[in-house]
């Protein structure tokens, strides 16, 4: 168990320096556009030795989220600043950073943003390391197809996860209903392996993910053949192996697919260090 405290840093959001904050105190006001609409975009990024890993992916992601929910664009130097002091004073060892960007009150209009390092849930751990019992399940509402953001408005996909969790599973993987095509996790990309083959999800909708971005560059120049391509369940059943990738959780294998079960490939670890390294070039 890691008990250490959250830390916290304000980002100001028309300059000035990024400003820690006790984290058992309150700090979002009942009228903040999160509280009230799920309004307001995110990162969560993984912390190495020291450092947040694909920092400049997750900071043109949240960039790109931010001119999509039309929010002024924010800075790199100020973001980074906060990151590095929350990391310095979190301390050694894997954890979990995420960078909070709200619309703001509607009494100031003023946006409200912070970073929070912290450690990594259990269960992420756990699962790691154990691999995730999948449902498959149509994604009920459409994403804007053209640049999606990575809003905070995830009620609808908790929902959805907690309806898996009583159903025996463990995460949940969406199919678009118009076409039935595989879409993403609740929180990860989908990618598969089979021989030297890296296959993920490309229909509208999908979250660009970082992670996947990062091994499939990193998978290429090692000699692996990595491509987007429209995918069905039935493509993911033929594969050798199914994981589940994103930002914190790295790299978690699916073993069950709704009713398919998959055996663990003979190259899992060659698989695990692949996306290791890709995390860390
Ligand atoms: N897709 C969705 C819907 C997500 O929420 C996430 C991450 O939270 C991802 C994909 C994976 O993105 P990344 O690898 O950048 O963490």
């Known amino acids: 168990m890691n008990n250490k405290q959250p830390v916290i840093y304000i980002v100001e959001p028309y300059g000035g320096s990024a400003r820690w904050h006790n984290p058992n105190l309150p700090m979002v006001f009942f009228d903040d556009a999160v509280v009230t609409r ?11 030795d020291g450092h947040p ?15 999509v929910m039309d929010l002024a664009a924010p800075s790199f130097e100020k973001w980074e600043e906060a990151t590095s002091l929350a990391i310095a004073e979190y301390g050694d060892g894997e954890a979990k950073c995420t960078w909070t960007y709200t619309r703001g ?3 100031t209009g003023h946006p409200s ?3 929070v390092v912290q450690p990594i849930a259990e269960e992420v751990l756990h699962q790691r390391e154990k691999g995730v019992k999948a449902h498959v399940t149509e994604r009920g509402w459409l994403v804007p197809a053209d640049l999606p953001a990575k809003t905070l408005n995830y009620a609808a996909t908790m929902a959805t996860m907690r309806q898996a969790l009583k159903k025996g599973f463990d995460d949940v993987i969406f199919t678009d ?7 993403e996790g609740a929180t990860s990309t989908v990618v598969s392996f089979k021989g030297k083959k890296l296959r993920t999800p490309a229909s509208p909708g999908i979250l660009p993910g970082t992670t996947q971005a990062a091994l499939f560059e990193h998978a290429t120049a090692e000699g692996w053949r990595c491509k987007s391509k429209e995918m069905t369940i039935k493509d993911l059943e033929g594969a050798d192996s199914v994981w589940l990738v994103s930002s914190v959780r790295v790299a978690t294998r699916v073993k069950q697919l709704g009713g398919h079960k998959f055996k663990a490939p003979d ?15």
């Not at 920092?55 to 043109?60: A, I, S, T």
């Not at 899992?268 to 390294?277: F, H």
């Open 53 to 67: 890993v694909n920092l400049q992916r997750h900071f043109e992601r949240f960039s790109n989220s931010a001119e």
């Open 177 to 183: 209903p118009r076409t039935g095509n595989v879409l």
């Open 105 to 107: 009150r509607k009494s």
């Open 267 to 281: 190259n899992e670890q060659e698989i695990r260090d692949l996306i290791d390294a890709a995390l860390n070039s």
């Open 38 to 48: 799920g309004d307001g975009v995110f990162e969560s990024l993984l912390v190495r």
């Open 113 to 115: 943003c912070w970073v």
